[in-house]
């Protein structure tokens, strides 16, 4: 049996890892290769796009896929569209892996607006010193906003355009809260931005920034495919993988 795994996020590796080694699986994962350096999973890996959804189903078929669990960023893009198309067209089963969303509580001082275009619109209002934790990209969205200070926190060096006053932090999770609370305080930080991930790698900023009663911008998640079957997390998605391996020997034998 052969499993694609739509990789790049701490539980796509999680997921590999619970399942290698498993008797009778072939396991691949596919990362976007934004990263420079990614930690590998393990298991066979490959590195790119496949070309959108016709280009997906080409690979499936041309791989002779049996399962395909996504277990994209949930700001990765279209790939959840493409892979649930390619998998309807191909009748691939496909699994999605999504890491639950963060959710306020008391004391947090969130402002939750749809795009990164929003939320630098939000900015001169709540603050002058940034952190900003959306990644290397997407930065062109803050590149007009001169009269504030952003402290660019990503794993690789970004690229311009990106806000004039801006000093890099290249720095990978998971954080701690200690270290998130220090940052905070070194930097002179008024007001952070994120995109709601989820995950406990990063949420420790969060936290950090509710004891200090700093406003957070908060984007949305976009839309995902709502045909397709949802787990939280890697046990759950390695459970899946074993059911349909399962009905496949069961099948061998019939």
Known sequence: MHVLILGGTTEARRLAELLDGTPGLKLTSSLAGRVAGPRLPPGETRVGGFGGAEGLAAWLREHAVDAVVDATHPFAGSISFNAARAAAV?????????????????????HQVPSLKEAARSLPALGRRVFLTTGRMGLAAF????????????????????????????????FTLEGERELLLRHHIDVVVTKNSGGSATAPKLTAAREFGLPVVVVRRPPVPEDVPVVPDPGQAARWVGEHLAQGFFRAID
């Open 90 to 110: 191909t009748h691939v089963p496909l699994l999605a892996l999504r890491r639950a969303e963060w959710v306020p509580i008391e004391g947090d001082r969130w």
């Open 143 to 174: 590149a007009d906003l001169d009269d504030l200070w952003f402290l660019v926190r990503s794993v690789d060096a970004p690229e311009p355009p990106h806000p004039p006053r801006t000093e890099v932090l290249l720095d990978r999770g998971p």
